[in-house]
């Protein structure tokens, strides 16, 4: 079955703190990962994606197929990054979305 | 270029009423779909469409229909609201294909009473 789970419901951090979003996985084929980001009252934004392998305002997620995992990561967490973190799975030939419960970011100044 | 437009954003319904979530997207993308976001549970897919004409249920779909007669629309109808439909409700859509970016509409904000 297709499942992506987010362990940690909140992660309160102080600012300047490292940040790990846990992300772990379930899917027999190959997975397109991405991770998603809630600001307050706002719209669902992508974050990143692992297929592009790149660091958006300074977080990056590497994909581990040993472990399926796709944890966030972030050196230095800013106040701004305070939100709700959402891991999503692109599974088979359609463009569902499926979504872990998320994680909500609060960093503490 | 609006991108995905969801209305209305707020709405209280009584127990019973029927409504509709309209959603509309002017970027010509095949894949729509709607979402549900509660508490503790993340967001369920409810009902997608990967076309004019052509719908299929997602995780959640009980309660809820949907329709796709143009590309650009994706209605989503709750004929019998009932108290367990509260909750925040998202459209989204994409191209086909993998690898293509899924836009979100800004929400609606549904509360049965």
């Known amino acids: 079955a297709q499942r992506v789970t987010q362990p940690e419901k909140l992660l309160s951090v102080f600012k300047g703190a490292p940040v790990e979003l846990k992300c772990n996985y379930s899917y027999s084929g190959s997975p397109e990962l991405f991770w998603y980001v809630q600001y307050s009252r706002q719209r669902l934004q992508l974050l990143l994606r692992h297929i592009s392998r790149e660091s958006i305002k300074g977080f990056t997620a590497d994909l581990n197929k040993g472990e399926t995992s796709f944890h966030l990561k972030k050196p230095f967490a800013q106040e701004e990054d305070s939100a709700m973190y959402y891991c999503?799975?692109?599974?088979?030939?359609?463009?569902?979305?499926?979504f872990g419960t998320g994680t909500l970011l609060a960093v503490q100044p | 270029n609006a991108g995905v437009t969801q209305t209305p954003k707020f709405q209280v319904l009584k127990t019973g009423q029927s409504m509709t979530l309209q959603c509309a997207q002017d970027m010509n993308h095949e894949y729509m779909s709607w979402y549900r976001q509660d508490p503790g549970m993340g967001l369920r897919l409810i009902h997608y469409?990967?076309?004019?004409?052509?719908?299929d249920q997602g995780e959640v779909p009980n309660g809820y229909n949907v329709s796709r007669s143009t590309t650009e629309d994706f209605p989503l109808r709750l004929l019998s609201a009932a108290p367990s439909q509260t909750s925040v409700y998202f459209c989204?859509?994409?191209?086909?294909?993998?690898?293509?970016?899924?836009?979100f509409g800004e929400g609606s904000w549904l509360t049965v009473v």
């Open positions: 989204a859509s994409s191209s086909t294909g993998t690898g293509n970016t899924i836009y």
């Open positions: 469409s990967v076309g004019a004409g052509i719908t």
């Open positions: 999503a799975l692109l599974g088979g030939a359609t463009n569902k979305l499926i």
